[in-house]
């Protein structure tokens, strides 16, 4: 079966050219799921193996948590729906279900020595220690809503996964060819003389003729291009700006400082050092060591052959253990506590440190309070305008007479970009802020409104497309200033590039680009050696002149643009890659070969699978997921 999933040599060379643009091995889907299937409604079936809407409304809720923390909370379910994350999610769910079954077919199993090793080795459930703590493990299970036997099972078919990518990256070997002509591909070295030739300054420039104008408007219509440009009419019920008409009682602001006196109170924290000890005789011994006049660190050196053990500066929740943070929030500073006995053994304190808490005043939270209250009403005021302002439009009103229906502003934008800009080029200043408006905006049919839809800061709004001015050429008139500038730009990069034309002939004709440059007074630097991926910062070798260069024999000389100008090449010298000089650079690229080919052959088996066990998606189960989550 192995050999059916490789190919020739040649085959390899051609498939891991693109090695680089692999982003990672986990595409695959090696993360399972932990939840039971819903019986509510299927969203796939694999080998009638029935994959849930819950659990993958779980899995693409994770995800969506995380890229709203790397990318901002503006990105929404119907963004990641567009960029096919839900897709990938349910793909992944559904590679991890064949595995498990092709897995089982082949009787591979994972035995409860092993599952247990793997859970008690998972770092999300180490304490102190760094040994297994049951509690953390306890309130992982709880979060998760998940019960323990659940998890084990998802650690068996996570193993079991494993033992299926293990033998598959065991049979996967690197073609030696394959290595090494990528190592010199990528390890070569090149040194060469240069000399840069700067554009001059446009100020420097003649305006260009009248009918040198009309000639480079028309010829270049990209440049002077207007965008299409909507006139849209709308209601948008935000928020915030309606957040500005509330005004919550003072009642109201101080019920809810109580309700959140818990949580804006800095509770009192201690730095607490420990020891643990094994047996409650050794603490009792040591504790009357240190009554008898031995220090805390002394005694505990001498009794376990290690200094005290720091947990940090922490609150009484933070505590590790109930018993433990009990005890030390009973000491008094730099008082030893009793033994006190865990799971773990038994344990002495000691309190170095008090920082007292601090209890929160009205004063110091009232604008926050206040601000977020009212916003919550407007939110309040808006659910009710907008059930209002359905059945208004369901009756056939117009936008414009159901704002005055419901009492709200209309909306009129005359013209507006993709970009939120107006013809003249500057930011739509009435534009909403949510980028869901915009983008509507640009998919609604003209004349028709939309739904009432929802943002995700909680904005409603309905719209109209009412007229769309397709993209044109603007008028030269228009773009006078811009098309002079662009001449002459034009001109500029011209008559660079032709002297250093005139200079690679002078230096081929003179066989050295040192005696060609003389003559014409230009100064030449010699490169530090660069590869074709890797040059030092400021190295005057562009990204262009580098691949003329690596086309060049030695002594050739080759043009190249640069950011500020042409460059002139003669290429001095050709430093071969050598594997044995650089070891580690050449085990980096063999390792990532082999992980390379080890994910192109989990692909070729992934699909064997699929037309070897039969698989089912329920679309409309799937495209609800993405109507479940609120997006804007």
Known sequence: MIQWMHGTVAKWILRFLAVFLIISFAAWGIEDMIRPPSNISDVAEVDGSVIGRNEVSLQFSRLMNTMRSRLGPDFDTQQAVQLGLLDQILDQMINARLISIDANRLGLNAGEEEIRQAIFNDQRFRGLGDRFDRNRFRQYLAQEG????????????QIIRGQVAGALGAATTVPKILQETLFKYRNEKRVAEIVSIPFGKISEIAAPSDSDLVKFHKENPGLFAAPEYRQVVSIYLDPDAMAKGQSPSENRIKEEFEDRRPSLAVPERRTVDQTLLDDEEKAKK???EIKAGKSFADAVKDATGN??????TLSKLEMPDQAIGAAAFALTQDAISEPIKSPLGWHILQVTKIVPGIEPKLKDHSKRIVTELAREMAVDEIIKLTGKLDDTLAGGAKIEDASST??????????????GRDPNGKPVKSLPKSPAFLERVFTAAVGENTNVEETRDSAFFVLRVDKIIAPALRPLKDVRAKAIEEWKKRNIQSATRKLADKLQNAAKAAASLRRAAKSDSRKVVTSKPFTRFIREPGSPVSNELSTALFGAKKGDIVVGATPTGFAVAS???IIPADP???QADAQNLKEQLRSALTTDALSQYLAALRQHYKVDINRTALDSIAGGNTGG
């Open 580 to 582: 044995k000089k650089n």
């Open 571 to 573: 290429l001095k010298e």
């Open 286 to 288: 040591l504790l009357q």
């Open 307 to 312: 200094p005290p053990i720091s947990l940090g």
């Open 146 to 157: 998940m019960p323990e036997a659940a998890f084990v099972a998802t650690t068996r078919d």
């Open 406 to 419: 419901i009492g709200v502003k209309i909306l009129k934008i005359d013209a507006v970009d993709r970009e």
